[in-house]
Nanobody, 118 residues
Framework: VQLQASGGGLVQAGGSLRLSCAAS????????MGWYRQAPGKKRELVAI?????TYADSVKGRFTISRDNAKNTVYLQMNSLKPEDTAVYYC???????????????WGRGTLVTVSS
């Protein structure tokens, strides 16, 4: 199983970016898909995650929207009104079963850099 993220880049404060993350490989089912980020010198933190319900970090509520295309095994993160403090490497995560039984282990993408200039 692989997660391939794309869509990062450099944007000015107030701008928008859309991240995509596609899961591929021998996938039986996907439970949760989401995004985390890690800024320089900081711990990785949850940005948004969606499964049976959707959760956002307080810092991105009202600005970021997570969505999912189950037919394409893809999760998106629409980021609006970006701030310099949103600068980080963004990682996608998905909990995926490769066989019908057992739990949903977590898989991670490599990460995509988002830089917001002031």
């Amino acid at each position: 199983v692989q997660l391939q993220a794309s869509g990062g880049g450099l944007v000015q404060a107030g701008g928008s970016l859309r991240l995509s993350c596609a899961a591929s490989g021998s996938i039986f089912s996907i439970n949760v898909m989401g995004w985390y980020r890690q800024a320089p010198g900081k711990k990785r933190e949850l940005v948004a995650i969606t499964g049976d319900s959707t959760t956002y970090a307080d810092s991105v509520k009202g600005r970021f929207t997570i969505s999912r295309d189950n037919a394409k095994n893809t999760v998106y993160l629409q980021m609006n009104s970006l701030k310099p403090e949103d600068t980080a490497v963004y990682y996608c995560q998905a909990r995926i079963k490769v066989v019908p039984t057992g739990t949903y282990p977590a898989y991670w993408g490599r990460g995509t850099l988002v830089t917001v200039s002031s």
